[in-house]
């Protein structure tokens, strides 16, 4: 009754496997349905080299126990690398000699033909040595007749059993038990096979379509769960050893899958004394590939700290934790990197390059040259919600305009303006009565003393009335500048690196108009795509901002600030004639302007 007991348990546990990989095919396909292979994209190459780097440790460390002929107990995933090493390592005192000479020997011929056939390629047949085929092959037939197992306790692969086994169809009983599992190893499942398949595509040159490897990993899933087949997913040990005999295209996993089959039904009996230490000593020599990436760190960390420490990071969190664990990791950093490099992009100013109407970095172009008076400010991301405050406080620091601080400027400046008006209204009053006049105190003053009154008092005002140049606002403490004027008459936009801009974007732009136009600088925007405007539109930003601000070419907007800073001029020039008390009464001519093409 304990037995039959066991056997009911055995196979309920079956069947619940059974029904777990065939909704992990469901779910796959209909993934790829979906197109939701998209998060593919986001399996850089350092995060891939290191996930599979980490793989290849895992793959050597399971290998190593066969390659000495011990036997360690099974861990659970989490840090089960440390675990099994630390077992691996108290086994070695218990290590079978004969299976490492076996391992030593093979692996010193399968890397040593390697060798000679990479060395002498030119002059060998363009068809491989197979000589993983004939190490297993010769390493089978010296285990039979040799009696490895029964003499020296060379562990062999024992009893295959051969044909196919029965049909069998989910059980809808443990369909809820293993929907709340499936979701997260089907998107595993895929994530492994995406990694592998990213990494030989690297090697070999040609394309992987994500939705495609989901439809075909789903389907196969799917129907093989209906005969006893587990949920497929990419085998590093086996995807290497199949890569490094010379296995390229589709055609060799149909001949691999053919091969598979032919043992499965009729040849599985003639590999029961092969060695375990034969086949550790292929996958052994296959994973120097993999475990050879390590040395593209310093690489990495020369042209790109991001991407070196993406590489770090998955293959520390692999193999501190489990493979996917450590995936699930390193696809989490990645993306906070693009989010914290999209939180604080790069901004640049922009300089005209004398003689033509081209634009470009002044940091990076030393011929470029600022406008006079015009900022032209570019961020080199898109603007959206993330960098939005950003934008904002770097166009204030580039620029040094910070309308508030210009406001601040402007209020201290009046009451300074109205503090000297009153003192001139009061001197003009105790000397209005000829040369000698008497003050509030009785006091006499005579002329020489109100000219010097005077003379101070205009150099007074002249002082307040300069124009400070080039007023960094935003580094500037208020109370240290002079006067609240800046020479930064215009703010240009280069809206060209601008991909997308959401409805946050927009309302960044719209409160920049705003803040800028209370301090009489106006703000243009140049090189804004049709996406870009269409979203302006939708939200109504040309209700706060004119369309007539928005110029197809960031010269077109420099040509329109030089235009509107004549107007200025003349009108300013035009209202001081008319209300001067010395030209009253004089027709004015209108006056001549040009506005300078150079811009």
Request: hydrophobic share 45%.
């Amino acid at each position: 009754a304990e037995y039959m007991g066991k056997i009911s348990d055995c196979i309920k546990y079956i069947k619940c496997l059974l029904t777990l990989s065939f909704l992990i095919g469901l779910i796959q396909i209909a993934l790829g349905i979906l197109h939701l292979g998209f998060i593919g994209a986001y399996f850089s190459e350092p995060l891939v080299k290191g996930f599979t780097t980490a793989v290849a440790v895992y793959v050597c460390t399971s290998q190593v126990k066969a390659a000495l002929g011990v036997k360690t107990p099974r861990r659970p995933k989490l840090f089960s690398l440390a675990m099994t090493m630390v077992d691996t390592f108290k086994q070695i005192p218990h290590a079978n000699s004969a299976s490492i000479i076996i391992t030593l020997v093979a692996m010193a011929t399968i890397y040593g033909v390697k060798r000679l056939q990479s060395r002498f390629k030119s002059r060998l047949p363009a068809v491989p040595i197979p000589i993983e085929l004939i190490v297993l092959i010769v390493g089978t037939i010296t285990s039979y007749y040799g009696k490895l197992n029964q003499r020296y306790g060379v562990d062999i692969v024992g009893t295959i059993p051969t044909g196919l086994p029965p049909l069998h169809s989910p059980d809808p009983k443990f369909l809820e038990l293993s929907a709340t599992a499936a979701i997260p190893m089907a998107v595993v499942a895929f994530a492994i096979s995406l990694s592998m398949a990213k990494t030989f595509s690297c090697k070999n040159n040609y394309f992987v379509n994500a939705n495609q490897e989901l439809l075909a990993i789903g389907i196969s899933g799917a129907l093989g769960s209906f005969l006893s087949c587990y949920t497929p997913a990419g085998s590093p040990s086996r995807s290497l050893v199949q890569e490094d005999v010379g296995g390229r295209s589709q055609l060799a996993g149909v001949i691999a899958s053919l091969l598979v089959l032919i043992v499965i039904l009729v040849a599985g009996p003639l590999f029961q004394s092969l060695p375990k230490a034969i086949l550790a000593a292929i996958v052994l020599v296959a994973l120097r590939g993999l475990l050879k990436q390590v040395i593209v760190v310093p690489h990495l960390w020369r042209i790109s700290r991001v991407d070196a420490a993406i590489f770090m990071v998955t293959s520390i969190a692999t193999l501190v934790l489990s493979p996917d664990l450590g995936l699930a990791t390193g696809i989490g950093f990645a993306l906070f990197t693009v989010i914290l490099r999209t939180q604080r992009p790069q901004y640049t100013v922009l300089g005209r390059i004398p003689g033509t109407d081209l634009y470009r970095d002044i940091e990076i172009y030393n011929t470029a040259k600022e406008i006079p008076g015009v900022k032209i400010f570019r961020m080199n991301m898109s603007l959206y919600f993330v960098n939005a405050d950003h934008f904002i406080t770097s166009l204030y620091r580039v620029t040094g305009v910070n309308p508030v601080v210009i406001k601040k400027l402007r209020e201290q400046k009046r009451m300074k303006s109205d503090k000297q008006q009153s003192r001139s209204i009061s001197h003009r009053r105790r000397f209005r009565f000829g040369r000698l006049c008497f003050s509030n105190e009785d006091s006499i003053v005579e002329d020489n003393d109100i000219e010097k009154n005077i003379q101070i008092h205009s150099k007074e005002v002249e002082m307040d009335g300069n124009v400070v140049e080039d007023c960094n606002h935003c580094d500037t403490d208020p109370g240290s500048c002079v006067d609240f004027e800046c020479d930064i008459k215009s703010i240009i936009v280069d809206c060209e690196t601008f991909n997308f801009v959401d409805s946050v974007g927009v309302s960044t732009l719209e409160r920049l108009y705003i803040e800028l136009n209370s301090v009489e600088i106006p703000l243009y925007l140049a090189r804004c795509r049709r996406k870009i405007r269409e979203m302006l539109s939708k939200t109504g930003f040309f209700k706060v901002c004119p369309s007539e601000h928005i110029f197809p070419t960031v010269h077109d907007a420099v040509l329109k600030t030089a235009h509107m800073e004549v107007e200025g001029e003349l009108n300013e020039r035009q209202r001081r004639e008319v209300t001067s008390p010395l030209t009253e009464g004089i027709v004015h001519t209108s006056m001549d302007v040009t506005i300078d093409t150079e811009f």
